[in-house]
């Protein structure tokens, strides 16, 4: 009996301890947890406040985005330590003389072009001496893989045409469809870019249409400055189109970023906002609307610029950022890119362009027009030697063409998975 009563006060004192040891682990579990929580909370607080800097006054676009106004000299550039003492340089020494007039499209009825803007215009401006940025949200930054990698490119994204391996290009989950020049010097490029709005299957899936300047080897020392239009889910946490820039030196590893969520590009324009929606956008028989797009080496100071349109210099990447680049590109690309994660086992149903084949032609299939490229004397030329490169011209494709009006372009895209592309 006393055997029995001294086993069982034995078993209950070993029952309170693992009792007292499982609330032990549980309670570290959660302050765990919760420092987890605590810490991230801090780190995206810490970024935000990075990159959202004070506004001289704010705008609430229609689409929910939040553009702030924010003075020429407190943008996110400065951040930079080798732009601390940099003096803005507001306009480029020259522009890149013209070859083709972009109005000239519009002599034809069945071809006519309409003009684009911002959706935030509609409620506002911002007055000269501020610039346009695009407020970043907590949520915009917790959709990111991590703190470290909002606002970059996953890497290897650029299209590999002299080795287009199916095998690599399949592996890198990116599918483009493009046009491209190579093996000379080039000082800069520019396209006339159809704007559509791309359905997208997935929120960590893109469409985007762009041009690539390009320094470098495809290694890891891949310099390049992007430009053009993109529908991003994960990006911006929704399916509008937005214009957008981009830029590494290294590849997308450690450097750039897309618009200005890091330091690096300098804008001086206070009309045109990075990432913003663009409005409105094309449609199936529709009205077509496009963008023009120019980035250009400024052949005194050595910046890359851009200008959107014919009336707006966006700013500059100053010559420091890049290796390759501050000479000249080796690779100039147009064309379309999509994420395909073949999730469900399948190819994606994300579009690329219209989300047409490019022989449905005008008003149907997305197009790339007027494309040309910058030489050393700072002129606008047709790109010789212009070839093409898709990994699967059954999901995506590129149909190259020349006229008086819209001398070297091409029609591009596709609808992803179809009954040819599983």
């Known amino acids: 009996m006393g055997a029995a009563a001294h086993f069982s006060n034995e078993r209950v004192y070993k029952g309170f301890l693992v009792c007292l040891c499982f609330w032990g682990w549980l309670s570290l579990t959660c302050a765990g947890g919760r420092l987890s929580v605590s810490s991230q909370n801090f780190q995206v607080h810490k970024h935000l406040k990075r990159l959202n800097k004070p506004a001289v006054k704010s705008i609430q676009s229609p689409d929910g985005d939040i553009i702030d106004c924010v003075h020429i000299s407190k943008q996110p550039a400065f951040d930079h330590p080798f732009l601390k003492d940099h003096k803005i340089q507001m306009n480029p020494s020259t522009i890149p003389a013209l070859l083709f007039e972009d109005n000239k499209v519009s002599n034809k009825p069945k071809e006519r072009i309409n003009p684009v803007t911002q959706l935030w215009h509609q409620n506002g401006v911002c007055s000269e001496g501020t610039i346009p940025v695009r407020r970043t949200k907590k949520e915009d930054v917790l959709r990111a893989s991590s703190v470290k990698r909002y606002g970059k490119k996953k890497h290897f994204t650029v299209p590999l045409p002299r080795s287009a391996d199916p095998d690599l290009a399949n592996q890198s989950g990116h599918q483009h469809a493009i046009a491209y020049v190579e093996g000379g010097k080039f000082y800069g490029a520019k396209a006339t870019i159809n704007v559509w709005e791309p359905k997208v299957q997935s929120p960590n899936e893109f469409s985007l249409s762009q041009l690539w300047i390009l320094g470098g080897s495809f290694g890891q020392d891949l310099n390049s400055i992007e430009a053009g239009w993109q529908v991003s889910p994960d990006l911006y946490g929704d399916n509008n189109t937005r214009l957008f820039t981009y830029w590494t030196s290294d590849a997308y590893q450690a450097t750039g970023c897309y618009n200005l969520l890091c330091s690096g590009f300098i804008q001086v324009n206070s009309q045109i906002a990075m990432g913003a929606s663009i409005s409105p956008v094309s449609g199936f ?21 851009m200008q959107f349109g014919d009336g707006y210099v966006l700013g500059y990447w100053p010559s420091f950022l890049f290796s390759y680049l501050a000479d000249s590109a080796s690779i100039v690309e147009w064309g379309g890119e999509v994420v395909n994660m073949e999730e469900d086992g399948h190819h994606t149903t994300t579009q690329m362009g219209s989300g047409q084949f490019p022989d449905a032609g005008f008003s149907k299939a997305s197009y790339f027009r007027n494309i040309q490229v910058v030489d050393s004397s700072n002129n ?4 010789k ?37 599983q």
């Open 285 to 305: 028989h529709n009205p077509q609307y496009d963008i023009s797009i120019t980035i250009w080496k400024d052949p005194k100071e050595g910046h890359w610029w």
């Open 380 to 383: 606008l030329k047709e790109p």
């Open 385 to 421: 030697g212009l070839n093409t490169f898709t990994e699967k011209s059954n999901c995506y494709d590129v149909e190259v063409s020349k006229s008086d009006d819209w001398g070297h372009y091409f029609y591009y895209g596709g609808p992803g998975r179809n009954p040819n592309c």
